[in-house]
């Protein structure tokens, strides 16, 4: 079944403790891409990536990094998580390298909440 | 700015009458348009989109969408709402602009 996954569903945690959340694709997508979902913002892109090892900023990267050392997997990192990035975050795949012509596959979302 | 607007936070309709969520863009050149739909606790899932064509978009669950450049606008409609359409709706501009949602409740 194709599908993109995301670890922790659900993640609650303090200020200035580093996580990751996890990305994954099984359907050997170019592009893959980190949006947050906040009340009334809508979605907002984070950061994407083209391909393995190509990765640039979306419209909020402030206070996130991402990496892309395969294809399959794009990991989300905040490096020192602040109350401000409380939010819904998805991961999406497509096909083709981001010219907007493709279908998005979306995650199911992680929910993180930082105290 | 580049943006997508969706002017209706809610939308109410009773069952079995047609629907209609809006959305316009603000977005250079010929931007590629979509819909998502988005049920509880759950990621997007794709409704339809525009690239080019005519301009009358034809999606999953009965849904299709109209496009019209002079107004800028690619409103979804359904003939017939369902009790199950009830969910959160995102219209989108080349996967990068979004809409910030409309909650759509269908009434039994």
């Known amino acids: 079944e194709a599908q993109v996954t995301q670890n922790p569903r659900y993640l609650i945690t303090v200020t200035g403790k580093k996580l990751t959340v996890t990305c994954s694709q099984n359907m050997n997508h170019e592009y893959m891409s980190w949006y947050r979902q906040d009340p009334g913002l809508g979605l907002r892109q984070i950061y994407y990536s083209m391909n393995v090892e190509v990765t640039d900023k979306g419209d909020v990267p402030e206070g996130y990094k991402v990496s892309r050392k395969e294809k399959r997997n794009f990991p989300l990192i905040l490096e020192s998580p602040s109350p401000n990035q409380t939010s819904l975050y998805f991961c999406?795949?497509?096909?083709?390298?981001?010219?907007?012509?493709?279908?998005?596959?979306f995650g199911p979302g992680t929910r993180l909440t930082v105290l | 700015a580049q943006s997508v607007a969706q002017p209706e936070d809610q939308v109410n309709v009773a069952e079995g009458n047609p629907l209609t969520v809006k959305c316009t863009y603000s977005v250079s050149g010929n931007p590629y348009l979509f819909w998502y739909v988005q049920y509880p606790n759950r990621g997007l899932q794709f409704l339809l989109k525009?690239?080019?064509?005519?301009?009358l978009v034809k999606g999953s669950y009965g849904f299709e969408a109209e496009f019209n450049k002079s107004q800028t606008s690619f409103h979804l409609k359904k003939p017939s709402a369902l009790v199950s359409d009830s969910a959160l709706y995102f219209c989108?501009?080349?996967?990068?602009?979004f809409g910030t949602g409309t909650r759509l409740t269908v009434i039994p």
């Open positions: 989108g501009a080349n996967n990068l602009f």
């Open positions: 525009y690239i080019t064509g005519d301009n």
């Open positions: 999406a795949s497509s096909s083709l390298a981001g010219d907007g012509t493709d279908t998005q596959y």
